[in-house]
């Protein structure tokens, strides 16, 4: 091979690594934290939500619509006092993900880089799509109050690979 001909292929593979990926990440804020997310070319309105909250817990959390009422994902920030009957992270993950997925498996998974839970649905016939939905939950802390809080995610759009790829890039940075 001439020189030339190495220094092109050099140069090509350097400008492909340079290049932004095809779809960057866009961050968006949930409380005091920033939460980075892979969303394709999706186009989605954000809307953050009221925060919920009763005598053990608080959740706040934003959600991303999609083409239709059934076409969405969602990023969850919840805090829960320790030593109540609060529900198990696998409980609270299944209780998001219940109201429009079925048969929802969970497992062990890494969420936002760290180990958590990562589960696996199929969405509910009645919401107009066959794909797999997806879900996850991490803890972030527990302080010395007896607070604990919780990172979750589900994604619920119509194309399965982009609900898949929503969970599995978060990122949760601390403001």
């Not at 779809?23 to 892979?38: A, F, I, K, T």
């Not at 920030?77 to 993950?93: K, N, V, Y």
């Not at 209780?95 to 969405?123: E, P, R, T």
């Not at 589900?154 to 890039?169: A, D, I, P, R």
């Amino acid at each position: 091979m001439s020189c030339k001909l190495v220094a092109l292929m050099i140069s090509l593979a350097l400008l492909i690594l340079a290049s932004p990926a095809l779809g960057s990440m866009q961050s968006y804020p949930l409380w005091q934290y920033n939460v980075s997310l892979e969303l394709g070319d999706k186009n989605v309105t954000v809307v953050q939500q009221q925060p919920y909250s009763d005598l053990n817990r608080v959740m706040r959390s934003t959600m991303f619509k999609g083409d239709d009422a059934y076409d969405w994902g969602g990023i969850y920030l919840l805090e829960q006092r320790q030593g109540t009957q609060s529900e198990s992270p696998a409980d609270l993950l299944f209780g998001l993900m219940k109201q429009s997925c079925k048969a929802i498996m969970i497992d062990q998974g890494m969420v936002s880089g760290q180990g958590g839970l990562v589960a696996k649905a199929n969405a509910r016939v009645e919401h107009g799509f066959g794909q797999q939905c997806w879900g996850g939950l991490v803890a972030i802390s527990n302080d010395a109050k007896g607070t604990a809080q919780l990172f979750a995610i589900v994604g619920h759009f119509s194309n399965e690979t982009l609900n898949e790829q929503f969970v599995k890039t978060a990122k949760l940075d601390h403001m």
